[in-house]
Nanobody, 122 residues
Framework: VQLQASGGGLVQAGGSLRLSCAASGRIFMNYGMGWFRQAPGKEREFIAGSWSGGATSYADSVKGRFTISRGNAKNTVYLQMNSLKPEDTAVYYC?????????????????WGRGTQVTVSS
Protein backbone atom coordinates (compact mmCIF):
# COMPACT_ATOMS: atom_id res chain seq x y z
CA VAL A 1 0.00 0.00 0.00
CA GLN A 2 1.30 3.41 -0.90
CA LEU A 3 -0.17 6.79 -0.07
CA GLN A 4 0.87 9.84 -2.04
CA ALA A 5 -0.10 13.26 -0.72
CA SER A 6 0.03 16.35 -2.90
CA GLY A 7 -1.36 19.85 -3.22
CA GLY A 8 0.59 21.73 -0.60
CA GLY A 9 2.11 25.11 -1.21
CA LEU A 10 2.37 28.71 -0.11
CA VAL A 11 -0.82 30.69 0.36
CA GLN A 12 -1.79 33.95 2.02
CA ALA A 13 -3.92 34.01 5.13
CA GLY A 14 -7.57 33.69 4.21
CA GLY A 15 -6.79 31.66 1.14
CA SER A 16 -7.59 28.08 0.24
CA LEU A 17 -5.79 24.91 -0.76
CA ARG A 18 -6.94 21.41 -1.59
CA LEU A 19 -4.78 18.48 -0.64
CA SER A 20 -5.09 15.10 -2.31
CA CYS A 21 -3.96 11.69 -1.16
CA ALA A 22 -3.92 8.90 -3.71
CA ALA A 23 -3.87 5.35 -2.35
CA SER A 24 -2.74 2.23 -4.10
CA GLY A 25 -4.18 -1.15 -3.32
CA ARG A 26 -7.63 -2.59 -3.39
CA ILE A 27 -10.72 -2.10 -1.33
CA PHE A 28 -9.94 1.52 -0.54
CA MET A 29 -13.53 2.13 0.46
CA ASN A 30 -13.26 -0.35 3.33
CA TYR A 31 -10.77 1.80 5.19
CA GLY A 32 -10.99 4.98 7.15
CA MET A 33 -8.65 7.70 5.94
CA GLY A 34 -7.29 10.57 7.95
CA TRP A 35 -5.26 13.75 7.69
CA PHE A 36 -2.71 14.78 10.26
CA ARG A 37 -0.27 17.65 10.46
CA GLN A 38 2.94 18.50 12.21
CA ALA A 39 4.07 22.06 12.76
CA PRO A 40 7.70 22.91 13.55
CA GLY A 41 8.53 22.05 17.13
CA LYS A 42 5.16 20.42 17.74
CA GLU A 43 3.84 16.90 17.82
CA ARG A 44 1.87 15.51 14.94
CA GLU A 45 -1.87 16.01 15.44
CA PHE A 46 -5.05 14.66 13.95
CA ILE A 47 -7.10 17.18 11.98
CA ALA A 48 -9.68 15.31 9.88
CA GLY A 49 -10.88 11.77 9.31
CA SER A 50 -13.35 9.94 7.13
CA TRP A 51 -14.55 6.55 8.31
CA SER A 52 -15.26 3.92 5.70
CA GLY A 53 -19.00 4.40 6.18
CA GLY A 54 -18.74 8.06 5.28
CA ALA A 55 -18.95 9.75 8.68
CA THR A 56 -16.36 12.40 9.33
CA SER A 57 -14.52 13.86 12.29
CA TYR A 58 -12.57 17.07 12.71
CA ALA A 59 -10.26 18.65 15.22
CA ASP A 60 -11.77 21.72 16.82
CA SER A 61 -9.01 23.87 15.37
CA VAL A 62 -10.16 23.23 11.78
CA LYS A 63 -13.88 22.58 12.20
CA GLY A 64 -15.90 24.74 9.86
CA ARG A 65 -12.87 25.58 7.71
CA PHE A 66 -11.59 22.21 6.49
CA THR A 67 -13.57 19.49 4.73
CA ILE A 68 -12.47 15.93 4.16
CA SER A 69 -13.97 13.98 1.30
CA ARG A 70 -13.16 10.86 -0.61
CA GLY A 71 -13.44 9.68 -4.16
CA ASN A 72 -13.65 5.94 -3.75
CA ALA A 73 -13.66 5.35 -7.48
CA LYS A 74 -10.32 7.14 -7.66
CA ASN A 75 -8.89 5.76 -4.42
CA THR A 76 -8.32 9.32 -3.32
CA VAL A 77 -9.06 11.31 -0.20
CA TYR A 78 -9.14 15.11 -0.28
CA LEU A 79 -8.77 17.87 2.26
CA GLN A 80 -10.30 21.18 1.26
CA MET A 81 -8.80 23.91 3.42
CA ASN A 82 -10.48 27.31 3.48
CA SER A 83 -9.87 30.45 5.51
CA LEU A 84 -6.32 29.39 6.14
CA LYS A 85 -4.43 30.93 9.03
CA PRO A 86 -0.68 31.22 9.68
CA GLU A 87 -1.08 28.67 12.46
CA ASP A 88 -2.15 26.11 9.86
CA THR A 89 1.42 26.09 8.58
CA ALA A 90 2.66 22.52 8.88
CA VAL A 91 3.56 19.38 7.03
CA TYR A 92 0.35 17.53 6.25
CA TYR A 93 0.15 13.74 6.16
CA CYS A 94 -2.53 11.34 5.06
CA UNK A 95 -2.89 7.98 6.74
CA UNK A 96 -4.95 4.83 6.52
CA UNK A 97 -6.87 3.60 9.54
CA UNK A 98 -6.37 0.00 10.59
CA UNK A 99 -9.34 -2.24 9.90
CA UNK A 100 -11.58 -2.49 12.93
CA UNK A 101 -10.14 0.59 14.65
CA UNK A 102 -12.50 3.42 15.33
CA UNK A 103 -10.25 6.14 16.66
CA UNK A 104 -7.92 8.61 14.98
CA UNK A 105 -4.97 7.95 17.22
CA UNK A 106 -1.69 7.73 15.34
CA UNK A 107 -1.36 4.22 16.72
CA UNK A 108 -4.53 3.19 14.88
CA UNK A 109 -3.07 4.15 11.51
CA UNK A 110 -1.18 1.48 9.56
CA UNK A 111 0.09 3.34 6.50
CA TRP A 112 1.29 6.90 6.10
CA GLY A 113 2.00 9.01 3.09
CA ARG A 114 4.90 11.36 2.75
CA GLY A 115 3.97 14.78 3.94
CA THR A 116 3.19 17.81 1.87
CA GLN A 117 4.18 21.26 3.12
CA VAL A 118 1.54 23.92 3.64
CA THR A 119 2.76 27.42 4.44
CA VAL A 120 0.34 30.22 5.22
CA SER A 121 1.75 33.72 5.21
CA SER A 122 0.25 36.54 7.23
Amino acid sequence: VQLQASGGGLVQAGGSLRLSCAASGRIFMNYGMGWFRQAPGKEREFIAGSWSGGATSYADSVKGRFTISRGNAKNTVYLQMNSLKPEDTAVYYCARQRIGRGTWSEYDMDYWGRGTQVTVSS
